[in-house]
């Protein structure tokens, strides 16, 4: 039972991280400060954003290590019972160097995207990682989708097209934007989601193959991407670029004095940035938890309930409009992501097509992710 309201206390925090951690991203994009330059513009740093959500991410590291000396002061076998700490704390580290450039990339990517889309459109798109977690478990377990499965991974491409198409018709989010660069931040969601896809796979790989602590995981992950946007901030200083991207003193891909000046001048940006913070530290922990609990594909799916919250947050305060085309995408994500994980449709599967939901066999890992669904 403890284990239960556990892990129900974690994915409570999931969802909520997810939710907060989009909504911070695109209220900082909206925001304008001084610069270096002593010019007023919107803050635009997709890169110093990922930077921080990197070091949000590093201080589970820094989390677990405090706990794990506390633990190991009192008693020297708590470190091994206590659910944050408990498992193989002795492996190699840079088998999360992979995961932690996905992870960085991935997160670029969704900054990105929010400079140029409606925050719930990017949540719906990002919602298509199900059909490429799907497909990379099939090359790193060996899981071959069913027919329930692969109707869903169908109804959930039906789905990112029509998200798309509301996008293309309905352009008018703010004067600056265009079809192209609502398209373009389309783009960079599928992306991506793509690129989170491939680092939910290893990272269940890994935490299962190894017995890893999340928390020790996802600080590790964290370190990576810290260090590597250092030197992506350095290169990027150099990068002329032109609009919409190089809306900084220099106008090149990246300009971190302007957006540290930038942050100065405005508190806002700041206590979103250090909300941000926290919401990466516990977004990749809680998701971590969920994919060595259960799967990358459960972590995906409950990754993607964002999108309710997301979709009136970005009608009642962002702009958009109420789009009929991105509801029925909507409808046709969560039918698909439904199906894929036999949630309420195994009885209606059954009365439709008795044959192909009815005899379908199970793999070793659908039937793993099914036990460790279960309610204990």
Known sequence: MICSVY????????????VLGSLVIKYANMQESVGI?????LFQHPFIQSWVGAFGMFMNLVLFNVMYYILKWRSETLPDEH????????????????????EIV?????VLGLLFTYVSSLAMLRSSMIMFTAFLSFFAFGHVPGYRESFGIVCVILGVVLVGLSDYLDKKESEDKDTTTIILGDCMAIVGAFLAACQVVLEEKYLKQYDIPPLQAAGWEGLFGF?????????????????????????????????CVQIYNNWQIAVTLVIKV???AAYNFCGLSVSKEFSSTTNKVLDSLRIIPLWVCSMAFFGQRFQYLQLLGFFFLIMGQGFYNNIGCTKMGKKCCPYEFGEEEEDEHTISMRRRISIE
């Open 7 to 18: 892990y129900g206390m974690i994915i409570v925090v999931f969802i909520s991280a997810a």
């Open 37 to 41: 330059d002593g010019e007023v513009r």
């Open 83 to 102: 659910m944050f700490t408990k498992g193989n704390r002795h492996f190699n580290v840079f088998i999360f160097l992979l995961p932690g450039i996905f």
């Open 106 to 110: 991935a997160t670029t990517s969704l």
């Open 227 to 259: 260090i590597i946007m250092i030197f992506v901030q350095l290169i990027g200083q150099f990068i002329p670029v032109g609009l919409p991207l190089g809306v900084n003193s220099q106008g090149t891909l990246s300009d971190f004095p302007d957006g």
């Open 278 to 280: 926290f919401t990466m």
